[in-house]
């Protein structure tokens, strides 16, 4: 991610620097998470929305145009986000309400409350 132009854009450029670097957010874009298999790029519109880009791999590796997944919910959030191993699930933290009090849940001898359920 690079603000050279002016604002937050999503590039891709080889890690040894070599060849040329190429812009995948045509509009804006933040927080890049690449998929599990390296054949999909997920960033972060500059609307909020999740987009998804198809990579096509190899030497002269393509990218497909972005694509709109879903809405992300208002910032601070948007950059709690990251893709399942399988690639199709996301896992967002989209936070709580403020006027909830945080709360934790801790259930104790748990093993031992399904072992006394078994038959």
């Known amino acids: 991610m690079s603000e050279e132009s002016g604002q937050a854009e999503v590039y891709v450029a ?7 670097k190429q812009r995948i957010s045509p509009a804006g874009g933040s927080l890049p998470c690449w998929g599990p298999d390296g054949r999909e790029l997920f960033f972060v519109a500059a609307d909020g929305v ?3 880009v198809q990579v096509t791999p190899g030497p002269d ?3 497909s ?6 809405s ?4 601070p959030f948007r950059s ?3 893709v399942s191993a399988d690639g199709q699930r996301f896992l967002v933290n989209f936070g709580a309400e403020r006027s909830r009090r945080p709360s934790l849940i801790a259930i104790h001898n748990w093993q031992d ?4 359920a078994r038959p």
Do not use: I, Q
């Not at 890690?15 to 040329?20: E, F, I, L, Q, T």
């Not at 145009?65 to 879903?70: A, N, Q, R, S, V």
């Open 65 to 70: 145009e972005p694509g709109p997944l879903f």
């Open 113 to 116: 409350r399904n072992a006394a």
């Open 80 to 82: 709690n986000y990251d």
């Open 50 to 52: 999740l987009m998804r």
């Open 61 to 63: 590796r393509r990218f």
């Open 72 to 75: 992300l919910p208002p910032f």
């Open 14 to 20: 080889a890690v040894d620097g070599s060849g040329r």
